[in-house]
């Protein structure tokens, strides 16, 4: 799976991800004063924030009391502050999409208040009060996904009508059923949960071993395609990670994916999956994991929480993750990048510094991997006693 060339570019064609202002699933709330936007989103936040990672937007007010921040006063362009129960950051200057982006990457909501700031979808509220300053937002209604009535209202503006073609298909509630406005909020982020795709790492050079692991018949079958045909079972969309001297020699059957990030092993393997797909997550297995089993694949796919950068087992010799049978989530790319850009490539130092999902295998020896030929002996004949017994 390679990016078609065509006519000379001054910049690399690159897939992006579907990112709004602020991320990927973003919803503006406008239509009514800011202090009922403001406690509608709090209504969704506590209702939603046990599952998820909730982030709210808005705007100070000229009414409202600032703190000066000394440093900030006195020059100083950044302030972190840590203070129970979370952390505070003063910035100087203004954030821009970019920035912002960045910022919110873990949310796996934002809510926005649109009176502010605009978002990729909308919530909009019919309240008479904020007619005018809607009518005149009217250009940023380009995704409408619910409509609210607030008290005493019963009739969409004319105007919204107009505007939007398809007004009548667009599901309507009333403001004050918060439990209906939560469920809304709550599908949404079922249909915002990313596809699965799978990746068998099969691009190390195996210098350990003396000879391609992925090549190696565990199973009756090279186990770069055992693996691959396990992954099967959870998404059509499996590729065999390599080097690309290597794809020649993966059988035409199945789909490869070359390294683009080369030189950084796993790391670049998992890079050069988002590179080309970075809306998807990724269930990446190495390819040298003999013992691995479709029961403690069936549990990390079952246990998985998108709402992690990772899904990942505990390995129970070092009690690190192990960051080589991971589901890594599509928030995870800006942040391995961000490892990669302070010199480090090691994905197992991403999983212990980031928020995941860090589960204990149900067979923790489905997670030896070999590396060396008296490895390959041992677990040899752990697969032969179990044939004997089966």
Known sequence: MTLKEGKHKKHTALIRPDLGQFGRNEWAIVGAPCDDIKALAAQVITALSANAKIAYVDARHRDEPAHASAPLTAGADLEYITKPGGQQLNYSGEF???????????????????????GKKQVVIIDSRKKASLQKRVGQLTNIGLILFAEGETEIFDFIKGAIPNWQAIPVE??????????????????????????????????????????????????????ADLLKSYTDSVYISCRADQQQEVDPLYQTLPDTFTGMGPFGAILSAFREQPEKAWLVVACDLPLLDKDTLDYLVNQRDTSAIATAFKNSYDGFPEPLITIWEPKSYPVLLSFLAQGYSCPRKVLINSPINILQAPNPEALTNVNTPEEKDRVQSILQKRSITA
């Open 174 to 227: 009333n403001l004050k059923e918060t439990e209906k406005i939560a469920k809304f909020f709550q599908n949404e982020l079922k249909n915002a949960k990313p596809e699965l795709y799978g990746l068998v790492l099969a691009g190390g050079k195996s210098e350990r071993m003396g000879k391609d692991k992925g090549s190696i018949n565990w199973h009756g079958k090279d186990q770069r395609y055992y693996i």
């Open 96 to 118: 821009n999409n970019f920035q912002n982006r960045i910022l919110f990457n873990n949310a796996d909501l934002i809510l926005i208040n649109g009176n502010h700031h605009p």
